[in-house]
């Protein structure tokens, strides 16, 4: 029997609308279907320092390094944001940790779709379980993981000729698409919008770096295409633009090197982030910084480069130190996105009153609002509110950091 003969069924039996078994079959005709999946590896080398998890020799090295899984985290938090919505939708996952166990974690019975290769998942396994979500058309692909996540998806969307919108829950460390949520309590309340009554769709960039570049302190980024996602500009991330080496920029960031030299003191060690106006004080200080990694001074000297989190905490214990970093791009993040090695046991055992933004004028102008999203709720919590931001020689604004 199809669904308009069941219906018809129906009407005859309970009215046109008025009773609740009738309502009831048109609430669950309706309902929505979201594809999960979760790389589980994504994010792995951030706090360990390697830039990322492309690639099967990388992610050994980086839990030879210590490294810890976090995509699964971020995905049951997500799903634990939507569990009293659970039975007003259906959630479609992938096996084990590529989604089932996440679900199952966070209070969902779903339905698990395809099988893994192999114990180790990879790339493979993320592009078939979007291939099985596309046979079953479901309504929106929730996917945990970066850019290179991002790019895997995109492949498979674009061969099957199928317009599924997706949304990110971030927990890469490049994380340069417009694809993601801020963070993961973003992505649910997006869903929820979803699942109740619908989103506008727009177009989101998928780009994505070279790893090995970035790695010897090259950015090279690419555009690899379009996805869309449902849009919700307060909730989404935009995509990151990059520093305007312009005459008026480069000035404002002399500025407050000079300011931030001249104030630091005798004695602690500064953890320096990533970005071009924190490279400004190490230009200042005759120091060749890693751009793109961070990196820990004392007295303006260099005391080590491109360190992990590890080697920041054997560092700092029982020592003063501050943090000193500038938002990333032109997202507003001051923590978790390309700096994942400052990690919230690092934030904690500094302090946040020892916690130092600084960022030009221009790009304050541009973002409006700072965002901190550390993995860690909590800690993420305590981080909000106005802080100081330095923008120039002795000058101070005011800022909130959501």
């Given at each position: 029997?199809?669904?308009?003969?069941?219906?018809?069924?129906?009407?005859?039996?309970?009215?046109?609308?008025?009773?609740?078994?009738?309502?009831?079959?048109i609430?669950w005709?309706?309902k929505?279907?979201?594809?999960?999946?979760?790389?589980p590896?994504?994010?792995?080398?951030g706090?360990?320092?390697?830039?990322?998890?492309?690639?099967?020799?990388?992610?050994?090295?980086?839990?030879?390094?210590?490294?810890?899984?976090?995509a699964?985290?971020?995905?049951?938090?997500?799903?634990?944001?939507?569990?009293?919505?659970?039975d007003a939708?259906?959630?479609?996952?992938?096996?084990?940790?590529m989604?089932?166990?996440?679900?199952?974690?966070?209070?969902?019975?779903?339905?698990?779709?395809?099988?893994l290769?192999?114990?180790?998942t990879?790339?493979?396994?993320?592009?078939n379980?979007?291939?099985?979500?596309s046979?079953i058309?479901?309504d929106?692909?929730?996917?945990?993981?970066?850019?290179?996540?991002?790019?895997d998806?995109l492949?498979?969307?674009?061969?099957?000729?199928?317009?599924?919108?997706?949304?990110?829950?971030p927990?890469?460390?490049?994380?340069?698409?417009?694809?993601f949520?801020?963070?993961p309590?973003?992505?649910?309340?997006?869903?929820?919008?979803?699942?109740?009554?619908?989103l506008s769709?727009?177009?989101?960039?998928?780009?994505?770096?070279?790893?090995?570049?970035?790695?010897?302190?090259?950015?090279?980024?690419?555009?690899?295409?379009?996805?869309?996602?449902?849009?919700?500009?307060?909730?989404?991330?935009?995509?990151?633009?990059p520093?305007?080496?312009?005459?008026?920029?480069l000035?404002?960031?002399?500025e407050?090197?000079?300011?931030?030299?001249?104030?630091?003191?005798?004695?602690v060690?500064?953890?320096?982030?990533p970005?071009?106006?924190?490279?400004?004080?190490?230009r200042?200080l005759?120091?060749?910084?890693?751009?793109?990694?961070?990196?820990?001074?004392?007295?303006?000297?260099?005391?080590?480069?491109?360190?992990?989190?590890?080697?920041?905490?054997?560092?700092?214990?029982?020592?003063?130190?501050k943090?000193?970093?500038?938002p990333?791009?032109?997202?507003?993040?001051?923590?978790?996105?390309?700096?994942?090695?400052?990690?919230?046991?690092?934030?904690?055992?500094?302090?946040?009153?020892?916690?130092i933004?600084?960022?030009?004028?221009?790009?304050?102008?541009?973002?409006?609002?700072l965002?901190?999203?550390?993995?860690d709720?909590?800690?993420?919590?305590?981080?909000r509110?106005?802080?100081?931001?330095?923008?120039?020689?002795?000058?101070?604004?005011?800022?909130e950091v959501?």
């Open positions: 029997m199809t669904s308009e003969e069941v219906e018809r069924v129906l009407k005859a039996l309970f009215g046109h609308g008025v009773t609740h078994g009738y309502q009831e079959y609430r005709k309706k929505k279907r979201i594809g999960l999946v979760v790389n590896i994504a994010g792995m080398g706090r360990v320092g390697l830039k990322g998890t492309d690639g099967r020799e990388v992610l050994e090295k980086a839990i030879e390094l210590g490294a810890k899984p976090i699964p985290l971020r995905a049951v938090e997500t799903l634990r944001y939507l569990v009293d919505l659970k939708f259906e959630l479609i996952t992938y096996p084990k940790e989604g089932e166990y996440e679900a199952l974690e966070a209070g969902f019975k779903p339905m698990v779709v395809g099988s290769n192999s114990e180790k990879s790339a493979e396994d993320t592009k379980a979007v291939k099985e979500f046979k058309n479901v929106l692909i929730l996917f945990v993981g970066g850019d290179g996540t991002a790019r998806i492949e498979v969307l674009s061969s099957v000729k199928k317009n599924t919108p997706v949304l990110g829950i927990s890469g460390v490049k994380m340069h698409s417009s694809v949520a801020i963070n309590r973003a992505a649910a309340k997006m869903v929820s919008s979803f699942i109740r009554q619908g769709i727009t177009q989101g960039e998928v780009m994505d770096i070279d790893e090995e570049e970035f790695r010897k302190g090259r950015l090279s980024a690419k555009l690899y295409g379009y996805l869309l996602v449902p849009y919700e500009p307060t909730l989404l991330q935009s995509k990151k633009n520093t305007l080496p312009i005459n008026e920029e000035l404002n960031q002399l407050i090197a000079r300011y931030l030299a001249e104030n630091m003191e005798h004695g060690f500064y953890i320096l982030g970005g071009s106006t924190v490279s400004a004080l190490t200042l005759g120091i060749e910084k890693s751009l793109l990694g961070v990196d820990i001074i004392k007295n303006h000297v260099l005391v080590a480069k491109d360190v992990n989190e590890k080697q920041i905490l054997e560092i700092i214990t029982n020592k003063t130190a943090i000193v970093v500038t990333i791009g032109g997202q507003g993040f001051i923590f978790g996105r390309g700096n994942q090695q400052i990690s919230p046991e690092v934030i904690r055992k500094v302090g946040k009153e020892n916690i933004v600084i960022a030009t004028k221009n790009k304050l102008k541009n973002i409006k609002k965002r901190v999203d550390t993995g709720t909590e800690l993420d919590k305590s981080l509110g106005k802080i100081k931001v330095i923008v120039g020689y002795h000058e101070e604004a005011l800022v959501e």
